[in-house]
């Protein structure tokens, strides 16, 4: 059976890899997540108050973007609506519940599109179709076809005013299970305005990698990582996306310490690629649109790794073949690159603790023959053995004064 090829757009977005996901409105302020309106069963004529301390004073969208390109990252996916119903763009009256009417007076979107411009990052407009306006939940018909039009509207105002986007990420269509929520419609009005633009719309936690509607370019796995997707005999090529939080909130959860640390984005990634999926890793900015300290820092640490790494990362296709525990290879044009995880460190036994290991390593099933290997942070080389089903790369580990969690190797093959 047959796999059909990524149309140029998708190809293009496989090769961002690893974005930054940005959950920002007005329940920002309360520093409990971005569903506390919901939780709390918060009226709109309280909640929405929170519209007259918006400020948005700390958001500085090219310094974001500035961080998200240090980190690594090629795209930065903002929420520019939630489902609390609060638009950070200027809906050109569709609503007066959007940030040029609250004390921010401003257009936050196109200043995020600006920004993103300026620092070589592509923008993609997350929009959630549940809306708690208009309980679109729970509406009765009528009213939901209504909010359907509004929905609509909305996105059409995104597509045509800020010039081209990286795609449109929509959240919400499960909160309506089995209800005609119009996708024919609003994607052919974003396929129209937006040729280039990536169509994703989140199946959410129940339907991981679920594929939707014909014209979606990009499956979610929300919160896990991504199982390979197989493609034989589809009638398009759909890519996969990883979404997670850096701790266990989308919006800023004050008092929430459950951070991941550098290693596990580093081990995500890769995980990620492993599946050739990418990476979209959350970060929720304080009440007027900062970026917390740890976030900023642990983004940046990770992208050092990221840097050392750029070339199979960015472009490596994940390559048909069985290696040992967690590791994999990836092919960028004609280079193979093999990822190594839990490798020891060797050295001084005194002050190290290890729990990984060094030697050899087998991969079976891989059509080329490799004849040598080297670590791409050091340049080291690493010897390879030929079995009669088998190669074996000789992996060495971290030299004391480096651990650098997951390891790439690039592979020198006879073709
Ligand atoms: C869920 C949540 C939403 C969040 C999204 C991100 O669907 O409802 O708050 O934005 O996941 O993937």
Known sequence: MSIPLPEPRVARFERLAYGL?????????????????????????????????????????????????????????????????????????LSTFDAPHAPAGRDLVAEFVAGCRAEDIVPVFYHTTLDWQWDSA??????F????????????????HYGPIGGLWFDGNWSRPGADWQEDRLYRLIRRLQPEAMIINNTGLDARGATGHPLIDSVTFEQDLPKPLN?????????????????????????????????????????????????????????????????????????????????????????????????FVLRAGDELYYVAF??????????????????????????????????????????????????IIHCTGYPYGTDLVVRIARLHTTG
Request: aromatic share 8%.
């Open 21 to 93: 996901f940005l959950h920002w409105g007005l329940y920002s302020q309360m520093g409990k997540g971005e569903w506390i309106m919901h939780r709390k069963a918060i009226p709109p004529a309280t909640y929405n108050g929170l519209k007259e301390s918006f400020t948005a004073a700390d958001f500085d969208a090219r310094a974001i973007a500035r961080m998200a390109r240090r980190a690594g990252m090629r795209y930065i996916t903002l929420t520019t609506r939630h489902h609390e119903g609060f638009s950070l763009y200027d809906t050109r009256g």
């Open 138 to 143: 729970h509406c009765t018909e009528a009213r």
């Open 145 to 160: 076809r209504e909010y359907l039009d509004y929905l609509h509207a909305s996105v059409e105002v995104l597509c045509t």
């Open 231 to 327: 493609r034989e005999g589809h009638a398009r090529y759909v890519s996969g996306e990883m979404c997670q939080t850096m701790n266990r909130h989308w919006g800023i959860g004050a008092n929430d310490f459950n951070y991941l640390s550098p290693a596990q984005l580093i081990q995500n990634l890769a995980a990620c690629r492993r599946a050739g999926a990418n990476y979209l890793l959350n970060v929720g900015p304080t009440a007027q649109g900062g970026i917390p300290d740890y976030e900023r820092a642990a983004l940046e640490r990770a992208g050092d790794w990221v840097r050392l790494h750029a070339r199979p990362l960015y472009d490596g296709q994940p390559v048909a073949c069985t290696c040992e525990g967690r590791d």
């Open 342 to 391: 839990e490798l020891g460190q060797v050295g001084l036994e005194h002050v190290t603790v290890n729990s990984g290991r060094v030697g050899p390593r087998a991969i079976t099933g891989l059509s080329a023959e490799v004849k040598s290997a080297v670590w791409l942070d050091s340049g080291e080389e690493l010897a390879v053995t030929q079995e009669t089903d088998h190669q």
